[in-house]
């Protein structure tokens, strides 16, 4: 039997095209309200892989940014 997936996890699976593009699945684009022509924001770690966070986020990340919110780490160079 198969066990359910916890409330408000996801997985889907997709493929990579040639030009390294995917399709968002419609189910996680209904999911988190992304429609034809929004703007995505894809953040990436080398160790821990990459992450599509909702759109609100990017608002947020714009606006602590536009604020000065956002405080450089001692490790950039």
Known sequence: MKKPAPKGKYAWAVKVGEKGQFVIPKEARDVFGIN?????IVLADEKKGIAIPPKSMFAKLAQAIFDG?????DDEE
């Open 36 to 40: 034809p022509g929004d703007t995505i």
């Open 69 to 73: 919110d956002i405080s450089e780490s």
